[in-house]
Each structure stands twice: as structure tokens, then as C-alpha cells.
């Protein structure tokens, strides 16, 4: 299983991820943007302007990939995301989902 960290401002992934979760609101509803778009929400309510949180994806060889978002400095969990990068799945799958 592949890892990559990277840190971001806390103010920074609240606003991305508050623009992604008015987007998957204007998706088709299927299982994956509803599980999707509740786990974004929960992390929203966990992540803290002022804080720096440190970004760990891990790649396990499937089709999906999970990102945990810890604070930094202190490693606490302040939430996680199961995603399926567009790259790692065919057109046809991508489409399903």
C-alpha cells in the first residue's frame, strides 16, 4: 500500500471541501456521491480554521483510496474519506458511480 502526506491550513480544507460538497449536491444521487458527500460533511463539522491538518492517502491496490485528515501538530483524527479517483477506474465504472 502506496502513502503520500502533505500538510494544509485547516481554513483552506474547509473551504475546498465545503465547494466539493455543493457540487456532489448537484450530482445524480447514486451510493457512492451519498456516501461521499456524508463523510465530507462530517469531516466539516471535525476540521478547524486554525489548525494545520497533516493529509495521509493511503493506496491500497483496489479501486479506491482512503485520505485521512489528522491535526498537526499532534496527530489527532479529524476525519477520513473513502474516494475513487476517476484515474484508477474505467470510463465505464466512472460512470456507474
Known sequence: ???EQNQVP????LEIY???VAHLEEKMATEYVAQLRLE???LLTHLNASEAV???NL???VEHQFTLFLSHPGG????CLKTVPQAR???ERWREL
Open 40 to 42: 465530507i460533511g462530517e
Open 1 to 3: 500500500m502506496e502513502e
Open 10 to 13: 485547516g481554513e483552506r480544507l
Open 89 to 91: 477506474v474505467g470510463a
Open 54 to 56: 497533516r493529509l495521509v
Open 76 to 79: 489527532a483524527l479529524r476525519g
Open 59 to 61: 493506496t491500497p491496490p
Open 18 to 20: 465545503a465547494r466539493r
